[in-house]
């Protein structure tokens, strides 16, 4: 997959979503989540900008509609953080048909509370209808984002990204 086709994937995703959907957008599990106490879900919000870079697959024979790329994300609002990923896609987005997974380690500040964590994409177009859904990988927060848990949306507007994470973190030791 030519690397424009895979960032029109990446523009068409987020932007259907944010037309097409008229339900909740974020649903957050606290199974397994090590809370003491009821917890409260939280959103932080803002802009994000993203570089993407064409890197070869394992498979040099692969198919010709499989790509892979290295994301570099700036996230800005109420979380300050970078992060980086590889995200893994094939289909055809122009006739209505792609999938993709991706997998991705920020780094910074939400709501004051440093430290990282990291976020698993899959998305999949199908007949044009988009379905979308990041995850915060379990146990994968660190300093003060230990036992973080959650889900992120993203929307693209006119060339714009922008990310709502909703999210529950434990209570920070007095």
Do not use: C
């Not at 999938?99 to 199908?126: D, K, M, W």
């Amino acid at each position: 997959m030519q690397a424009r086709t895979l960032l029109a994937l990446l523009v068409f995703f987020p932007l259907r979503l944010a037309h097409a959907q008229t339900t909740p957008r974020t649903t957050i599990s606290t199974k397994g989540a090590p809370m003491t106490e009821q917890a409260t879900t939280k959103h932080a919000s803002g802009p994000f900008d993203v570089k993407m870079t064409p890197l070869p697959l394992a498979d040099t024979a692969a198919d010709a509609t499989l790509s892979r790329m290295a994301l570099d994300k700036h996230f800005h609002g109420d979380l300050e953080a970078t992060s980086k990923g590889e995200m893994l896609s094939a289909g055809a987005p122009a006739k209505g048909f792609a999938g993709y997974v991706a997998i991705e380690h920020v780094t910074g500040t939400l709501h004051s509370r440093s430290g990282s964590f990291s976020l698993q994409h899959s998305g999949t177009l199908t007949n044009g209808a988009p379905q979308l859904t990041i995850t915060v990988v379990p146990s994968s927060g660190t300093g003060q984002l230990a036992g973080l848990t959650g889900s992120m949306t993203i929307t693209n507007v006119a060339g714009k990204h922008s990310y709502d994470l909703a999210y529950q973190l434990p209570a920070q030791p007095e």
